[in-house]
């Protein structure tokens, strides 16, 4: 016989609702893990509880579950497509009403908290604050929000794989983008999401993008990559992060990153790497009078040959030539007035320092090297 709801909390059937809410506060006092009771029987409690609040006699069958969780899988990939969009259109929907009443709440100046969202989509919690910021607790899966302050995030942010119509977009057109304790709440963004910050700095966690395989609808045996490239934009500010990984677009005034690893672009007009690795495909875009200084001791090592840094007039340089040749010999052979460099214009700590100028340098007497060869080998 299956056990229902009532069965769960030890009443009989035609309960009344204060009943109800007896027999679930003491159950609860005996079996929540604070006073050391079963967590996996609390929960059982708490959701018969749920159900019988709203009349439902008996608890969901184990495919129910699976139907009503946040991401639908089925037998064919065509209804978990259909569904996905069905959830994605939905969290869209909510996300867009968030922001109307955050916005509501920005012209007014007032404070308030709500709850978007729900139990099968995932609740996330909206409080604008006395000072203007928006705090925002609970994992980000879907849609659209625009806010003119700052946001205070609790909770790890992604975007639908299924479909780029319902994309996480987050857009502040003034003040910072923080999480709180990224890194010991291991909060992250990935999967195409897209944050950018017009006039402020974003400090994350651990940020990735996705690519995957998929296969030819036509070719059988042939695949396409597919890429969710997440992107983190302070044209105007810093970005902080720990690791940027796995097709990634990172742009700022100042980076300051951990490691970065697999097909990550990353512009600005100075970079600060604390680790060391940077590889994998990569890409470094730095812009005119930046600076790329590397922390950690040999972080040379890390650097990927394959990696590129691209400067604003055009030129590219690969790493593997500056890991051929001593930052020190760099400075001596390429840069003018070398005499005159201080510490911090060339080496930091057990690091080193390289400027778009040394950049620049090393590219024009690459170029000279060639035409030099090419003259003397009768090419024009």
Request: no cysteine.
């Amino acid at each position: 016989m299956v056990e229902n709801n009532y069965d769960i909390l030890g009443i009989v059937e035609g309960t009344t609702t204060k009943e109800i809410r007896d027999a679930f506060r003491r159950l609860a006092l005996q079996f929540h893990s604070d006073r050391g009771g079963e967590n996996e029987q609390f929960i059982k409690i708490k959701q018969a509880y749920e159900d019988l609040k709203i009349g439902k006699k008996y608890p969901d069958t184990d495919i129910e579950k699976l139907k009503n969780s946040r991401v639908y899988s089925d037998e064919t990939e065509a209804n978990v497509k259909r569904k996905n969009q069905i959830l994605g259109q939905q969290l869209s929907k909510e996300m867009k009403t968030a922001e109307e009443w955050a916005s509501a709440l920005n012209r007014s100046n007032l404070t308030a908290t709500r709850l978007f969202g729900s139990k099968t989509l995932g609740e996330i919690e909206l409080e604008r604050k006395v000072n203007g910021a928006l705090s925002i607790k609970g994992n980000f899966m879907a849609g659209s929000i625009t806010y003119d302050g700052p946001i205070i995030m609790q909770g790890s942010i992604t975007s639908p794989s299924w479909t780029e119509e319902f994309q996480t977009n987050i857009h502040l057109t003034s003040g910072d983008f923080k999480f709180i304790n990224p890194l010991e709440n291991k909060y992250k963004i990935e999967n195409g999401a897209k944050i950018i910050v017009d006039n402020g700095n974003i400090v994350v966690g651990n940020i990735y993008g996705r690519k995957f395989k998929i296969p030819d609808p036509i070719k059988v045996g042939v695949y396409h990559i597919q890429e969710h490239r997440t992107h983190i934009s302070a044209p105007n500010g810093k970005i902080i992060a720990e690791n940027i990984m796995d097709t990634v677009s990172v742009d700022a005034d100042t980076i300051i990153v951990l490691n970065v690893e697999d097909n990550v672009k990353i512009s600005a007009r100075e970079i600060l790497f604390y680790g060391g690795k940077f590889t994998y495909d990569s890409e470094i875009e730095l812009k005119k009078g930046g600076i790329i200084r590397f922390f950690e001791t040999f972080s040379i090592q890390g650097l990927s040959g394959d990696a590129t840094i691209k400067l604003d007039n055009g030129k590219t340089i690969r790493l593997f030539n500056l890991k051929t040749k001593k930052i020190r010999d760099l400075a001596d052979e390429f840069v003018p007035n070398k005499n005159n460099f201080t510490k911090d214009a060339t080496m930091v700590g057990n690091g080193f320092t390289i400027t778009y100028d040394m950049l620049d340098n090393l590219s024009k007497k690459s170029t000279k090297q060639k035409s030099g060869w090419k003259a003397k080998l009768g090419f024009s």
